[in-house]
């Protein structure tokens, strides 16, 4: 069992920056591949990016690609989503998730944990 807790969301304006970290428990957090998802008003919920248990593999949406970073830090057990040049379209409500597999899915139903979610806003 992992739980996941999102923080680092707010109100940015357009072209700012926001770190997003996502908190893990649990001792297998580091065996987990893990993405972050995001979810806007009257659109069904998007893949963000992910990456793999040792951080080897990364995939990244088109949408986001040369804008976002994801890492983590296994020896924390926490994932990390740095976020620049910020668009308005960026925001939405943040999701990080866990799935128990080495290698990461690139849609939601391969994830098995999900966080409460971290909403970022970004003005125009």
């Known amino acids: 069992q992992v739980q996941l807790v999102e923080s680092g969301g707010g109100l940015v304006q357009a072209g700012g920056s926001l770190r997003l970290s996502c908190a893990a428990n649990?001792?297998?957090?580091?065996?987990?591949?893990t993405g972050w998802f995001r979810h806007a008003p009257g659109k069904e919920r998007e893949f963000v990016a992910a990456?793999?248990?040792?951080?080897?593999?990364?995939y990244y949406a088109d949408s986001v690609k040369g804008r976002f970073t994801i890492s983590r830090d296994n020896a924390k057990n926490a994932m990390y989503l740095q976020m620049n040049s910020l668009k308005p379209e960026d925001t939405a409500v943040y999701y990080c998730?866990?799935?128990?597999?080495?290698?990461?899915?690139?849609?939601?139903?391969?994830?098995?944990?999900w966080g409460q979610g971290t909403q970022v806003t970004v003005s125009s």
């Open positions: 998730a866990a799935a128990n597999s080495v290698t990461y899915h690139l849609t939601s139903p391969g994830y098995d944990y």
């Open positions: 649990g001792r297998t957090f580091k065996t987990y591949a």
């Open positions: 990456i793999n248990w040792s951080s080897r593999g990364t």
